[in-house]
């Protein structure tokens, strides 16, 4: 008796529990009817963020043509990522063909798309490694530097990429007619090294003087700089 009527009593605690659940269940529907009521039939739908594109090892050339048909009149992509995809056909060990149709394809495509982040850093625009091997070239960074003034890109990234003294002086001339840019990244490019001439330096110190929107700088590996141009704010460099 003692044992039927402590199964009772769980049962009865049982039934307290799944009542006490379905009044909350519907307290719960009663409340979102009654929101639902007091809402247009037709919600303004919020609007979409910025659609992001990443292109990951689209394989040398091939990925700049392929993402240059994405890329045509499309001003709904914002940010395009490139990094180490052997725009050029060099590979990470100076091997391949050299070959710009990749990176002209992507600059030739900027000016018409919604690109506001550019990154294609590590893809021997230059046709050497960052370990110095392959052959140079500046037939890359010449490319690139034709398709930026006039369009919408903001944050630049081109880490990795061998400049040295010419190819700085490329993208620097190029920036000079691209003062929108708010972000640059030089790490790693090689634009000074012992021994060589130091025009792209100072050309590229004299450029940063008129990005005036410029707000962040990454020039890491670029031990030769010494002094930043006034306009360039020490904290806001990485």
């Given at each position: ?5 402590a ?12 009542e ?20 247009p ?20 050339v ?134 060589r ?42």
């Amino acid at each position: 008796d003692c044992e039927g009527e402590a199964q009772l009593d769980r049962l009865r605690r049982a039934a307290a529990h799944l009542e006490s659940a379905r009044s909350l269940l519907q307290r719960a529907v009663r409340a979102r009817l009654g929101a639902a009521a007091g809402q247009p039939q037709r919600r303004q739908l919020e609007p979409r963020p910025p659609r992001q594109v990443e292109v990951f090892r689209t394989r040398e050339v091939e990925g700049g043509v392929r993402a240059r048909k994405l890329l045509v009149n499309n001003t709904t992509l914002t940010a395009l990522n490139l990094g180490c995809n052997e725009l050029c056909a060099i590979n990470s060990f100076g091997q391949g063909q050299y070959n710009t149709d990749g990176i002209e394809a992507i600059a030739d495509a900027l000016k018409s798309s919604g690109i506001q982040f550019l990154d294609v850093s590590s893809n021997c625009l230059t046709g050497v490694t960052g370990r110095k091997l392959g052959f140079w070239n500046t037939s890359g960074i010449e490319k690139l530097c034709d398709g930026l003034p006039g369009s919408k890109v903001a944050r630049l990234v081109v880490d990795g990429n061998v400049l040295h003294s010419d190819g700085t002086s490329l993208l620097s001339a190029a920036l000079e007619r691209h003062t929108s840019l708010t972000s640059l990244s030089l790490a790693d490019c090689n634009i000074t090294e012992s021994g060589r001439e130091m025009g792209g330096l100072s050309q590229l110190v004299d450029t940063l003087k008129k990005l005036t929107q410029l707000q962040d700088l990454n020039l890491d590996g670029c031990e030769q700089l010494k002094v930043l141009p006034p306009l360039v704010h020490p904290e806001e460099v990485d």
